[in-house]
């Protein structure tokens, strides 16, 4: 993808953009061997850009994107017995990218894939308390009760947790639709909290990480990610 000269010569740390306008102005810049003026643009991945004769260096680029994943699909680059997995379905995405986290092949929605291990750990790190905010479908005797009771859970079989924050979003006689935030990613944690509450999961969808928002992407689709989303990323 083409760039402004300058902003290339910024990003490879070489100068200010303002110094990197009088440097082309003075002839210093060159693409594919001729005199670059001020305004021209390149592509890093197919120009030869140069600066005082040496090939301008940029850092690696990293790759970010959102996935919608859908249900049965499992959240691996291979499986062993021919599922369908998130790796075919984001094919086309340019890259090795690798899944923050994980989504069992039951649940569907919000996958993030990303080359960039850091903001990866930043992302799954409990100590950053990120909100993973899931929307359930949920079927039980007393959806009220069970509800109170997931409020106020710390622990989860014998192991301690965040509370969970726990909204009733729409009932329906013994189904119903709720809300439910996280901080951890414990294996398999919404599905398991609501059994231990007494309810059934009927279906559950992941609609958001921090900042990061499914929104109306179809499933089965990617999108790259926004600029301020992996802002967001890198400042955790």
Same mark, same amino acid.
């Given at each position: 993808?083409?760039? !402004?000269?300058?902003?290339?010569?910024?990003?490879?740390? *070489?100068?200010?953009?303002? #110094?990197?306008?009088?440097?082309? !102005?003075?002839?210093?810049?060159?693409?594919?061997?001729?005199?670059?003026? *001020? =305004?021209?643009? #390149?592509?890093?991945?197919?120009?030869?850009?140069?600066?005082? &004769?040496?090939?301008?260096?940029?850092?690696?680029? !990293? !790759?970010?994107?959102?996935?919608?994943?859908?249900?049965?699909?499992?959240?691996?680059?291979?499986?062993?017995? @021919?599922?369908?997995?998130?790796?075919?379905?984001? #094919?086309?995405? &340019?890259?090795?990218?690798?899944?923050? &986290?994980?989504?069992?092949?039951? /649940?569907? @929605? %919000? +996958?993030?894939?990303?080359?960039?291990?850091?903001?990866?750990?930043? +992302?799954?790190?409990?100590?950053?308390?990120?909100?993973?905010?899931?929307?359930?479908?949920?079927? =039980?005797?007393?959806?009220?009760? /069970? %509800?109170?009771?997931?409020?106020?859970?710390?622990?989860?079989?014998?192991?301690?947790?965040?509370?969970?924050?726990?909204?009733?979003?729409?009932?329906?006689?013994?189904?119903?639709?709720?809300?439910?935030?996280?901080?951890?990613?414990?294996?398999?944690?919404?599905?398991?909290?609501?059994?231990?509450?007494? *309810?059934?999961?009927?279906?559950?969808?992941?609609?958001?990480?921090?900042?990061?928002? %499914?929104?109306?992407?179809?499933?089965?689709?990617?999108?790259?990610?926004?600029?301020?989303?992996? /802002?967001?990323?890198?400042? %955790?």
């Amino acid at each position: 993808m083409k760039e !402004r000269l300058q902003k290339l010569i910024s990003s490879a740390g *070489l100068a200010s953009r303002r #110094a990197a306008e009088e440097m082309i !102005r003075a002839g210093r810049v060159t693409v594919n061997g001729a005199a670059a003026s *001020l =305004g021209d643009g #390149a592509d890093p991945d197919t120009d030869n850009v140069r600066v005082d &004769g040496k090939p301008l260096r940029l850092p690696e680029r !990293r !790759r970010y994107i959102v996935l919608h994943k859908p249900k049965g699909t499992v959240t691996t680059m291979h499986d062993e017995h @021919g599922r369908p997995t998130v790796a075919d379905l984001t #094919a086309g995405a &340019g890259g090795r990218l690798y899944p923050v &986290g994980r989504l069992d092949m039951d /649940s569907e @929605g %919000l +996958l993030i894939l990303t080359d960039d291990g850091e903001a990866a750990n930043r +992302l799954m790190h409990p100590s950053h308390r990120v909100d993973k905010v899931y929307t359930v479908f949920v079927r =039980g005797e007393d959806i009220p009760g /069970s %509800l109170a009771a997931m409020r106020a859970m710390d622990r989860l079989e014998g192991e301690p947790i965040a509370r969970p924050a726990v909204t009733l979003v729409e009932r329906k006689g013994p189904a119903a639709e709720v809300q439910i935030v996280i901080h951890e990613g414990k294996n398999r944690q919404v599905r398991r909290m609501c059994a231990a509450c007494g *309810l059934e999961v009927t279906r559950l969808i992941r609609v958001a990480e921090g900042a990061v928002t %499914l929104g109306s992407l179809p499933a089965g689709k990617w999108r790259n990610m926004t600029a301020d989303e992996i /802002s967001y990323l890198k400042n %955790l």
